[in-house]
């Protein structure tokens, strides 16, 4: 276990619907990262999120949207979603040195 | 903006020889670098990581990178692999401007490890 929970560990959903991931970072961890993982793309960052506030933003579709909560938790909200958009995705927590701790995932199949 | 290429997409090895797996990052200023280790349906383990100081650094599990400034790569090795090895492996760039900026990470090179 590193302390990084993300539920649910899979979803399966279809086309045009919306869909929520949870993250619960490692306890004193202020910052929240969501990576997507596909074959093709491999691993790329979509968003970052600093106690409370969005501290980064990277490839991510304006269908997808995220918040910190003020517990820390993390949610990255999948809309309208499209077949591409099957994946792994990752919740990743720090402190300021670095300290990247992953989450097991969560498997989103989109049929 | 930084990149890192791990050129190799797939390598195989035999158990008890050395491994090599590169990692070659592009990046102006002096970077943070990292290498994680994913086993299937698992998340990203942190192998070992560089920020300053010796450019030989130690990780778990018997590993260790070398960072050469010259070359821009950080290179990751073992000198006798184990079939519990088998994984996927990403080498990521990350630096520090007001904060820690997200890390960039490679497309891995999967490490398959035969009898």
């Known amino acids: 276990d590193s302390g990084v929970t993300q539920t649910p560990k899979h979803l399966i959903t279809a086309t045009g619907q919306r869909v929520t991931l949870r993250c619960s970072p490692r306890s004193g961890d202020l910052s929240v990262y969501w990576y997507q993982q596909s074959l093709d793309q491999g691993l790329q960052f979509l968003i970052q999120?600093?106690?409370?506030?969005?501290?980064a933003k990277g490839n991510i579709l304006e269908r997808f949207s995220a918040q910190q909560f003020p517990d820390l938790h993390s949610e990255l909200n999948l809309s309208s979603l499209e077949l591409g958009d099957s994946a792994l995705y990752f919740c990743?927590?720090?402190?300021?040195?670095?300290?990247?701790?992953f989450g097991s995932g969560t498997r989103l199949t989109v049929v | 903006a930084q990149s890192v290429t791990q050129p190799d997409i797939h390598i195989t090895v035999s158990e008890g020889a050395s491994l090599e797996l590169r990692c070659n990052y592009s990046y102006g200023a002096t970077p943070y670098l990292f290498w994680y280790v994913q086993s299937p349906g698992q998340g990203l383990q942190l192998l070992l990581k560089?920020?300053?100081?010796?450019?030989l650094v130690q990780g778990i599990k018997g590993f260790e990178a070398e960072f050469k400034r010259s070359q821009s790569s950080f290179n990751l090795r073992k000198p006798s692999v184990h079939w519990s090895d088998a994984a996927e492996y990403f080498c990521?760039?990350?630096?520090?401007?007001?904060?820690?900026?997200?890390?960039?990470f490679g497309k891995g090179t999967r490490l398959s490890v035969i009898a």
């Open positions: 990521a760039v990350g630096t520090y401007v007001s904060g820690n900026t997200p890390l960039v």
């Open positions: 990743a927590s720090s402190v300021v040195n670095y300290g990247y701790t």
């Open positions: 560089y920020f300053s100081g010796d450019t």
């Open positions: 999120y600093y106690n409370g506030e969005e501290r």
